[in-house]
């Protein structure tokens, strides 16, 4: 079975976190609900950002998050299809070529993704439930790189194949929005909202990043979390300089 | 007669062994939240109080009771028991919970851990 949906993250290999923050080093006493969707409140997000027909889920997930921070924040929304590809040819030199997370999270950081910048992105372990289901909940939402096998092509829950998974499909890049500790995930991957099982995660996924951004405040003053992230963001400052 | 009498009673006994017992209402079900099944004032009460007023360790029962009473569907009390852990577990965050809202976050994360409620956003 094909697929007209492109991918389009290279990599995919796992990652040895030596020098990277680690979210699990800065989590102390924070709250969250075992079972969250940072979403459930807003508008539906069903725009593909470009990532169908060109393969820029590197900054398709990004721009996912982006876009519901502003959302939350009660913000105009600044990501558009056109800013989603203008970054991903920035990455790339306009070669469509896929681009690596690392590539898009020092872009993020260093140019801003639709004018939003990163402040960090902190490692989270994808075989923790708790800390990934935390982090969705503290930094709304969790990216997840994976290395996606051919049979979950077309479909709308990734869990682990019966059988043969068909070979590897290519790596893909996807925005978590939701998190349950006892069940799985779900992301937003081409405008569509997909199931993934904490057994897919394991065999699949190759990193996971939570991030902090410049714009991850609310009109309150807090986060999505009611955290107040200014102590988090002084903590990581002088790391990530 | 007698063994007639005697392979009735085995018969109906066997078959209530085979009788299932009532299956955990929320037990992998499969759940969309939306703003109608999270809106119901009187359901929002009812799993508030399970949640807060009943004794330690009885909340599962008072929420399945529930369903199994009738007075609300399992998409209304899972849904509305994920709202309160998200809801208190602000509270917590931004130091505004009260003794009622921690133990709330505290049995409806217990809760969502043991009951295995499938979540999913279904696409509008």
Same mark, same amino acid.
């Given at each position: 079975?094909g697929?007209?949906? $492109?991918l389009?993250?290279?990599g995919?290999?796992?990652?040895?976190?030596?020098?990277?923050?680690?979210?699990?080093?800065?989590?102390t006493g924070?709250a969250?609900?075992?079972a969250?969707?940072?979403?459930?409140?807003?508008?539906?997000?069903?725009?593909?950002?470009?990532n169908i027909?060109?393969?820029? $889920?590197g900054?398709?997930g990004?721009?996912?998050?982006?876009?519901?921070?502003?959302?939350?924040?009660?913000?105009?929304?600044?990501?558009?299809?056109?800013?989603?590809?203008?970054?991903?040819?920035?990455?790339?030199?306009?070669?469509?070529?896929?681009?690596?997370?690392?590539?898009v999270l020092?872009?993020?950081?260093?140019?801003?993704?639709c004018?939003?910048?990163?402040a960090?992105?902190?490692?989270?372990?994808?075989?923790?439930?708790?800390?990934m289901t935390?982090? $969705?909940f503290?930094?709304?939402?969790?990216?997840?790189?994976?290395?996606?096998?051919? $049979?979950?092509?077309?479909?709308?829950?990734?869990?682990?194949?019966?059988?043969?998974?068909?070979?590897?499909w290519g790596?893909?890049?996807?925005?978590a929005?939701?998190?349950?500790?006892?069940?799985?995930l779900?992301?937003?991957?081409?405008?569509?909202?997909?199931?993934?099982?904490?057994a897919?995660?394991?065999r699949?996924?190759?990193?996971?990043?939570?991030?902090?951004?410049?714009?991850?405040?609310?009109?309150?003053?807090?986060?999505?979390?009611?955290?107040?992230?200014?102590?988090?963001?002084?903590?990581?400052?002088?790391?990530?300089? | 007669?007698?063994?007639?009498t005697?392979?009735?009673?085995?018969?109906?006994?066997?078959?209530?062994?085979?009788?299932p017992?009532t299956? %955990?209402?929320?037990f992998?079900?499969?759940?969309?939240c939306?703003? %109608?099944?999270?809106?119901?004032?009187?359901?929002?009460?009812a799993?508030?109080?399970c949640?807060t007023?009943?004794?330690?360790?009885?909340?599962?029962?008072?929420?399945?009771?529930?369903?199994?009473?009738?007075?609300?569907?399992?998409?209304?009390?899972?849904?509305?028991?994920?709202a309160?852990?998200t809801?208190?577990?602000?509270?917590?965050n931004?130091?505004?919970?009260?003794?009622a809202?921690?133990?709330?976050?505290?049995?409806?994360?217990?809760?969502?851990? %043991?009951?295995?409620?499938r979540?999913?956003?279904?696409?509008?």
């Amino acid at each position: 079975m094909g697929s007209t949906f $492109c991918l389009g993250l290279e990599g995919g290999k796992p990652q040895h976190h030596t020098t990277k923050l680690r979210l699990a080093d800065y989590r102390t006493g924070v709250a969250y609900p075992a079972a969250i969707d940072v979403t459930i409140d807003q508008p539906a997000d069903l725009d593909d950002l470009g990532n169908i027909g060109n393969g820029d $889920c590197g900054l398709a997930g990004p721009g996912h998050n982006i876009l519901w921070m502003d959302s939350v924040a009660g913000r105009d929304r600044r990501v558009t299809t056109e800013g989603v590809l203008a970054a991903w040819n920035a990455i790339n030199g306009g070669t469509g070529e896929g681009v690596t997370s690392d590539q898009v999270l020092a872009y993020w950081r260093t140019e801003g993704i639709c004018g939003c910048r990163l402040a960090a992105s902190l490692v989270v372990d994808y075989n923790d439930h708790e800390a990934m289901t935390a982090a $969705c909940f503290e930094l709304g939402g969790v990216h997840l790189m994976f290395s996606l096998p051919k $049979c979950v092509q077309g479909e709308m829950e990734w869990v682990m194949p019966a059988g043969d998974d068909g070979g590897t499909w290519g790596g893909h890049w996807v925005w978590a929005f939701a998190s349950s500790t006892s069940d799985g995930l779900m992301v937003n991957s081409w405008g569509q909202w997909i199931y993934v099982s904490w057994a897919f995660v394991a065999r699949y996924a190759f990193d996971a990043r939570a991030v902090i951004s410049e714009d991850d405040i609310g009109p309150n003053g807090l986060a999505f979390s009611g955290l107040d992230m200014e102590g988090l963001r002084a903590a990581i400052a002088g790391l990530s300089a | 007669m007698k063994y007639a009498t005697l392979l009735f009673a085995l018969a109906a006994t066997l078959s209530c062994k085979t009788t299932p017992t009532t299956p %955990d209402s929320f037990f992998q079900a499969v759940v969309a939240c939306t703003e %109608d099944n999270t809106a119901n004032p009187q359901a929002q009460q009812a799993v508030y109080q399970c949640l807060t007023n009943v004794v330690v360790g009885a909340y599962a029962g008072c929420l399945s009771g529930l369903v199994a009473g009738g007075v609300w569907t399992v998409n209304e009390v899972a849904c509305l028991v994920r709202a309160y852990a998200t809801s208190e577990a602000v509270n917590v965050n931004k130091g505004t919970a009260t003794a009622a809202g921690s133990q709330a976050l505290a049995n409806a994360n217990a809760w969502l851990r %043991d009951e295995q409620v499938r979540y999913r956003r279904a696409t509008p």
